[in-house]
């Protein structure tokens, strides 16, 4: 069984341009979380998806979005980028509540 | 709210010898508890986790934690390590009506095995 796949595995990016990370969960599972792993602010919850719908979002600004697919497949959209998002996005899929699948993530690097 | 505090950084022990990894969590519900390890240039993967029952829970691999409810606390052991088990571990807590959105992680501990 394929496990929860993120693209690209890097991504440098300017100052001020958009980002597009995706993430394909595992068969059968239909929330997708995001998460931000920056430098010495371990991981915080960004967004979950479930079913097509936002179902929570952490403290982040509004330039952090992103959308759930029919196939459950997900992308996050980070616009107006900062130097200080440069981190390892990692993408969780899940079936029941409680235990998630981490991927391997993205790492965005803004200069 | 819940928070994390792994009150190591950095843990530096030799090849099979033991090694216990500090967790405490502060939440105003009950919670579930998880140890997720960080191989390099790696996702997260569950290593072992805490939902009910026996307060002592074990991993594959030899890890074992204990829920100490009263000192709030879910500290990592093994027993003897190997330096396969260099990494990055993190512990994480989330409230029982479930969700990963509402996993919070600690900080992490960077496990350094030295032969």
Redesign the interface.
């Given at each position: 069984e394929a496990g929860?796949t993120?693209s690209p595995t890097h991504l440098i990016k300017t100052r001020g341009q958009q980002a597009t990370l995706r993430c394909s969960p595992i068969s059968g599972h239909t929330?997708v979380?995001w998460y931000q792993q920056a430098l010495g602010?371990?991981?915080q919850?960004l967004l979950?998806y479930d079913e097509g719908e936002e179902?929570?979002r952490?403290n982040f600004p509004p330039r952090f979005s992103g959308r759930q697919f029919p196939n459950y497949s997900s992308e996050l959209n980070v616009n107006a980028l900062e130097l200080e998002d440069s981190a390892l996005y990692?993408c969780?899929s899940?079936r029941?509540?409680?235990?998630?699948?981490?991927?391997?993530?993205t790492r965005l690097t803004v200069v | 709210a819940q928070s994390v505090t792994q009150l190591d950084s950095q843990v530096p022990v030799f090849e099979e010898a033991p090694v216990e990894l500090r967790c405490n969590y502060s939440s105003s519900v009950s919670v579930?508890l998880f140890w997720?390890v960080q191989y390099p240039?790696?996702?997260?993967?569950?290593l072992l986790?805490y939902?009910s029952g026996s307060t002592l829970v074990e991993s594959i691999n030899g890890f074992e934690a204990e829920f100490n409810k009263s000192q709030t606390s879910f500290h990592l052991r093994k027993p003897s390590v190997h330096i396969s088990d260099t990494a990055e571990y993190?512990c994480?807590v989330?409230p029982r009506?479930?969700?990963?959105?509402g996993?919070?992680?600690?900080?992490?501990t960077h496990l350094i095995i030295q032969p």
């Open positions: 929860v993120q929330s979380y602010l371990g991981l919850f979950w179902r929570n952490g990692l969780a899940s029941s509540e409680v235990k998630a699948f981490f991927g391997q993530g | 579930y997720y240039n790696q996702g997260l993967q569950l986790k939902l993190f994480a989330s009506r479930g969700g990963a959105d996993l919070t992680f600690g900080k992490g």
